[in-house]
């Protein structure tokens, strides 16, 4: 009666109901006419007959979010729908729930504790820590101007450093950047890790502490002089060769932001 569909954590598929009686549930006696066209925009055809257990993890996500679409709801709430796949799958399926949503027109709402599902699958994110909405934008602007420390390390990777504001400029170990409104004093600056440079230099001031590949990138941990004073450093493709031990020189090749401490 209100027009919200629902789809959940688990799916929910009722294991004695093939595909079309899993997406005819959400009609009732409605016409199959519908429920054909939602099979057809969810890409399930040919597998009408086949029960749950026959069908692959992303094959039964479709089928849950076939039957949450067919009575034509207003709104969609979609409750971590993905935590049961596995990672790889969870990025093919993602991308399409996102064209499904968006075929159907549908405004949804879609709950995660992954950033990277958050940020790719949303076109508003809302930021929520202890019961409250901290940050409401667009993915990218909250992932470039988060609002505090705590929102921007729930979004991703990310390193905040010891900074002083004089005259409008904030000075950090990595130079100086615009400190915006922030008054005289202690700060924080605010330095995704795809923003620092890196080379090797052996009279460099950085020192290699761990580094993580990934083959499209991969994430090295620096030491600024001293075991706590560490910057995240993001290189995409090939990169440097580095190895723990090596000397190396950062700069600021991005962005940065001045947080109050």
Do not use: K
């Amino acid at each position: 009666r209100r027009r919200v569909g629902f789809v959940f954590q688990d799916l929910a598929l009722f294991p004695h109901l093939d595909v079309w009686g899993n997406v005819a549930f959400g009609l009732g006696n409605g016409s199959t006419e519908r429920v054909e066209e939602m099979i057809t925009l969810a890409r399930l055809q040919g597998l009408e007959r086949r029960m749950p257990h026959e069908l692959s993890g992303g094959q039964q996500q479709r089928v849950a979010l076939a039957r949450c679409l067919v009575p034509g709801p207003d709104l969609v709430l979609l409750d971590e729908p993905f935590s049961n796949l596995d990672r790889l799958l969870r990025a093919a399926v993602r991308a399409e729930v996102r064209e499904l949503l968006r075929t159907a027109g549908v405004t949804s709402v879609f709950v995660t504790h992954d950033n990277e599902e958050a940020l790719s699958i949303a076109d508003h994110v809302a930021v929520m820590l202890d019961g409250r909405i901290r940050q409401v934008g667009t993915p990218s602007s909250i992932y470039a101007e988060p609002v505090d420390g705590e929102v921007a390390e729930l979004l991703g990777e990310t390193n905040l450093l010891a900074g002083s504001v004089r005259g409008g400029r904030a000075t950090m170990p990595l130079g100086e950047v615009s400190a915006g409104r922030l008054p005289d004093g202690p700060c924080l600056v605010l330095i995704r890790p795809e923003d620092i440079g890196i080379e090797r230099d052996r009279d460099g001031s950085g020192l290699v502490v761990d580094v993580e590949y990934f083959g499209h990138d991969q994430l090295i941990r620096c030491s600024l002089g001293s075991p706590e004073q560490q910057v995240v450093v993001r290189v995409v493709g090939a990169g440097p060769r580095l190895a723990a031990g090596d000397r190396v020189r950062l700069r600021l090749v991005g962005s940065a932001q001045a947080l109050p401490a």
